[in-house]
């Protein structure tokens, strides 16, 4: 039946839907210009392989504009012969529950509707992350091929007008597609029962054990409530924000210091709470917290490794770990001595996917509050805020003892990031292209004291499947395995970003308890001298410092 499929001409193709470091990001008013949406879902409707008769998973994270993109999407998939769409109530889903939803109904491919971590609302943005079947985020031979078909779009095929009803659980049929609305938090919430011990978890949480869990208004609400609350039995009210808003309530739903700060002075300024943890707009990424102890992201990924046999999902041990190249070396500390390779991925959680694919590694991470394993293939909030809790629920420590017990036995990676928001383009590339050229003097030079032993820029061969990614971050390498590390972000839609990567190490025998900012001091000032940040940018500090 091909009655109801409109044909809907171009005057031209869009020059500026390329792909960044996790789909195309954009502003929410950019994505409201008339067919701009439409043009981005026909390229990957014509692209992603397997399309026409398959199954496609589509939801988000509730952002302004998630209803109107599941109403396009689906249109559009029912006048490309799309046989099955899966979507949830209310469009609701997370970027973690979409990749496992994939994986479970054997999709062809799932369309994720999240600008992530960025602010929400008419004046916020928006997103679209395209995963293939095996549940994470397209390769970039993909995106480059869909970004291609962009370029010379003349038209996209719809289905007439049709309203969608999502609010509640069922089956409806455009055309001869069959749009299946599903409960997104019930395959999620069995998955997460197979890999964590919840009895112990719900004992630890019965004691004196008070936590706080910031959704942030984000996607993870309902699926807390339900873990946390439900589930484990945690005091209502622990899942603080849990209501997810198309602005989310005016906030920044990116977990870090600086806009969790709620949180962050709940467990920072008292001694209320045992543990705190938040989780991103999409809900892949999270915070963990302890009381007056911040769990840095590269060791949080360390701590999952070392213990990762307390956890009934990863009894067994692990085949590997890795990180990206801009998280700190603390995990790949702890995989020498549990004799399991580590390796090094450029930034962005496609990178993983091979190697799991493959079964060389179970835990992956990045320093961005990003961490995950074997179980799907997009890194996991809530994941990460249950494997936590269930070292807890074996341990009965405190997170700063179970952190400076870590620290004593693998010694510690002082690590910091700053990031330089939103600077004019021209600065951020002047700065970055001019570093870039100095690399090839830099070797052999002193640097805070130290001398440079490398200056690369990063580049990657897939062990899996040998291609080639360049171009993906400057490192100044130091004689005494200290890094400076400068990256021009991929997801930001306001000028540019530019973030630089401090870490140091310091072995067991060493200050382990400094404050990292004064640990890390004269890394910072070498390389505002070298790169001539401050001067370049007009700033003085950071936006934001993990
Ligand atoms: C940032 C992080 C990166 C992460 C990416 C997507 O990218 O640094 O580690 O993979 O966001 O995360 P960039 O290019 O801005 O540095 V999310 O939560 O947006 O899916
Ligand atoms: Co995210």
Request: net charge negative.
């Amino acid at each position: 039946m091909t009655s109801g499929v409109h044909q809907i001409p171009l005057d031209q193709p869009f020059s500026d839907q390329k792909p960044g470091t996790s789909g195309l990001r954009k502003s929410s008013r950019q994505f409201e210009t008339p067919h701009y949406l439409e043009s981005f879902i026909e390229a990957i409707l014509r692209t992603v392989p397997g399309i026409a008769g398959g199954t496609l998973v589509v939801g988000g994270d509730g952002r302004y504009g998630n209803r109107r993109a599941i109403g396009v999407i689906a249109r559009m998939a029912a006048a490309h012969g799309v046989a099955r769409i899966i979507t949830t109530t209310g469009g609701i889903l997370s970027t973690p529950a979409a990749s496992n939803l994939i994986r479970q109904r054997q999709a062809t491919a799932g369309i994720i509707l999240s600008a992530s971590h960025n602010p929400g609302g008419p004046e916020g943005d928006f997103g679209v992350k395209v995963n293939g079947a095996n549940g994470g985020p397209a390769p970039e031979s993909l995106t480059d091929a869909i970004y291609a078909c962009t370029q010379s779009l003349d038209g996209y095929r719809i289905w007439e007008e049709t309203a969608l009803a999502l609010d509640t659980p069922g089956q409806q049929s455009i055309g001869n597609l069959q749009l299946e609305v599903i409960d997104g938090v019930d395959d999620y919430v069995a998955l997460m029962q197979q890999l964590f011990d919840f009895d112990a978890i719900a004992d630890l949480l019965k004691g004196d054990f008070p936590i706080a869990f910031d959704a942030m208004h984000a996607v993870t609400g309902p699926y807390a409530k339900r873990l946390l609350e439900g589930l484990l039995g945690a005091p209502a009210g622990s899942v603080r924000n849990a209501v997810p808003l198309e602005d989310f309530g005016g906030g920044h739903p990116d977990p870090n210091l600086t806009y969790a700060h709620e949180l962050a002075e709940l467990l920072m300024g008292s001694d209320a709470y045992r543990f705190g943890a938040a989780c991103d707009g999409d809900g892949d990424r999270n915070m963990i917290l302890g009381t007056r102890c911040f769990v840095n992201p590269s060791d949080s990924l360390a701590v999952l490794t070392a213990n990762a046999t307390l956890v009934p999902g990863y009894a067994a041990g692990l085949s590997g770990v890795a990180r990206s190249m801009p998280t700190s070396a603390a995990a790949d500390v702890v995989a020498k001595e549990l004799g399991i390779p580590c390796f090094e991925t450029p930034t962005g959680w496609k990178f993983f996917g091979n190697l799991l694919d493959a079964g060389r590694i179970t835990l992956c991470g990045e320093e961005s509050f990003g961490t995950g394993s074997n179980h799907i293939r997009e890194k996991d909030g809530l994941w990460a805020v249950l494997f936590w809790l269930n070292i807890l629920a074996k341990r009965r420590e405190p997170v700063a003892q179970i952190m400076a017990e870590h620290w004593s036995r693998f010694g510690r990676h002082y690590y910091s990031r700053h990031d330089y928001e939103a600077i004019a383009s021209d600065a951020a590339h002047g700065l970055y292209n001019r570093v870039k050229e100095m690399l090839p003097t830099l070797v052999g030079q002193s640097f805070a004291g130290r001398s440079i032993a490398t200056a690369d820029d990063f580049a990657y061969t897939d062990p899996v499947d040998g291609s080639l990614t360049s171009g993906q971050g400057l490192r100044l390498l130091l004689d005494d395995g200290s890094r400076v590390v400068l990256r021009l972000s991929g997801t930001g839609t306001q000028g540019a970003t530019l973030r630089v990567y401090l870490e140091s190490y310091v072995p067991p025998s060493g200050n382990l308890h400094q404050d990292p900012q004064a640990a890390l001091g004269d890394l910072i000032s070498a390389i505002d001298n070298l790169a001539e940040i401050k001067t370049r940018t007009g700033m003085d500090r950071p936006t934001v410092i993990t």
